[in-house]
């Protein structure tokens, strides 16, 4: 298994391009988030999906979108990159039980 | 709301005990987790309490007191690579919710 993959590792866009940050599981885990985290900081949770079909906003919502079209894919899209959203992004993905999330291994996230 | 407080810095040296704390505020959560996180790295689970008390895993341990709206981590025979940050997190009915982490650096 390789458990939750992102891409791009790194990023750099300037202000007001868009771009769609990847993220998949294999475990076929319903739970999926995104998080973003800044220097010094905690996790910070942007949106998440219970589900296929079902998406739901976290702390920090704007600025981001979400969809969950199947179980294993659950994408982020920057809709206007701004200076604020410099930040490193972590997807997880959490079986039924809810107590154990799985991280992937983040995308580094520039935009000047 | 909901929120969790945690030190944001604790020093200690190899071999000996730690005790990061973590108080929290919340109006209904399923259990309290713990999260390790080194530089540049993905958080790692590391334990969960769903129930008072002591949970053991190896040389951490995790407790939870309800009542007392608190819990911590207790890490023993303190190796180097254990300096990392460390984040309490509440599981609630449908997200998980981070503190904002304890840095933890370990000196020989």
């Known amino acids: 298994n390789a458990g939750v993959t992102q891409t791009p590792k790194f990023q750099v866009l300037k202000t007001g391009q868009s771009m769609t940050l990847q993220c998949a599981q294999d475990m076929n885990h319903e739970y999926m988030s995104w998080y973003r985290q800044d220097p010094g900081m905690g996790l910070r949770l942007i949106h998440y999906?219970?589900?296929?079909?079902?998406?739901d906003q976290g702390e920090v919502p704007n600025g981001y979108n979400v969809s969950r079209s199947t179980t294993e894919d659950f994408p982020l899209r920057l809709l206007s990159a701004a200076p604020s959203q410099t930040s490193v992004y972590f997807c997880a993905s959490t079986g039924a039980a809810y107590n154990e999330q799985f991280f992937g291994p983040g995308t580094r996230l520039t935009v000047l | 709301g909901q929120s969790l407080e945690q030190p944001s810095e604790v020093t200690a040296v190899e071999g000996a005990i730690v005790q990061i704390n973590c108080t929290y505020q919340?109006?209904?959560?399923?259990?309290l987790s713990w999260y390790q996180q080194h530089d540049g790295g993905a958080p790692t689970f590391l334990s969960y309490n769903a129930l008072d008390g002591l949970e053991e895993t190896g040389r951490f341990s995790s407790f939870l007191s309800r009542s007392d709206s608190y819990g911590y981590l207790l890490l023993q025979e303190l190796q180097m690579k254990d300096s990392a940050s460390y984040f309490c997190v509440l599981t609630t009915a449908d997200k998980l919710i981070f503190g904002t982490g304890t840095r933890l650096q370990v000196f020989p």
């Open positions: 919340t109006s209904g959560f399923y259990g």
């Open positions: 999906s219970v589900g296929a079909g079902i998406t």
